[in-house]
């Protein structure tokens, strides 16, 4: 069935540095990536996506990108501040355009 | 501001309790999904709903029912609640539309214990 593999399940940076997390899917189908930032005692909240017409998206210190051939999609945070501490989950629209079906999370955490 | 509201932050039930989680959104979405959050398994989906008293299975439906009378509103429903129920729930809406993407709020979530 579908799947969206997420790694690290967790990652620890000093604060300044730069930030990855690497998810791949299994629906060759999947046409729409969207990445979720979960706080302490909140739900999860959109803070970027991308569409597989397109290979690389920016916003401000966060950017992702995505390799349709390698079935890849990454997440990168530059210039990582003691906020951007959180729960980052991936995800993959499926064949059904009724789903998302989600990565299981990166806790980052970010060294002062 | 979408707001998506959950009932109640924290829940203790007993096992074989029937318990009922109201989740309410305010921005007139006719979508509106329940997850389920585990450690290491992410987030994975329960039932949704596309519309008043419209229901579709999702990955993990067992155990569960929803209910849609009105269309801010969508209960998730544990008819017999059992241990391994135990989790943190999401409750999820998003605008209409069956195209390319849109994006899902999400309540503050319920943290359930069955004991």
């Known amino acids: 069935g579908e799947n969206v593999e997420q790694h690290p399940s967790t990652l620890s940076v000093q604060e300044g540095d730069s930030a990855v997390i690497k998810c791949t899917y299994s629906d060759s189908a999947s046409n729409y990536f969207p990445w979720y930032k979960q706080e302490l005692g909140k739900g999860p909240q959109l803070i970027i996506d991308?569409?597989?017409?397109?290979g690389e998206k920016k916003d401000q210190r966060i950017a992702v990108t995505l390799n349709k051939t390698a079935k890849h999609f990454s997440l990168h945070i530059t210039e990582t501040q003691p906020e951007d501490s959180a729960v980052y989950f991936c995800a993959a629209r499926g064949s059904s355009a009724s789903k998302i079906i989600f990565g299981s999370g990166t806790r980052l955490s970010i060294r002062p | 501001d979408v707001k998506v509201t959950q009932s109640s932050r924290y829940l203790v039930k007993r096992t074989g309790e029937k318990v009922f989680l109201e989740c309410v959104q305010d921005m007139d979405h006719e979508n509106m999904f329940w997850y389920r959050q585990d450690p290491g398994l992410g987030l994975r989906l329960i039932y949704f709903?596309?519309?008043?008293?419209?229901?579709e299975k999702g990955d993990i439906p067992e155990g569960y029912s929803v209910s849609r009378e009105k269309k801010e509103r969508f209960s998730l429903i544990l008819e017999s609640a059992s241990t391994n129920q135990t989790s943190m729930y999401l409750c999820?809406?998003?605008?209409?539309?069956?195209?390319?993407?849109?994006?899902?709020?999400f309540g503050p979530g319920t943290r359930l214990t069955v004991t």
């Open positions: 999820a809406s998003s605008p209409p539309g069956r195209g390319i993407g849109y994006e899902q709020y």
């Open positions: 709903s596309y519309d008043v008293k419209m229901k």
């Open positions: 991308i569409r597989s017409n397109v």
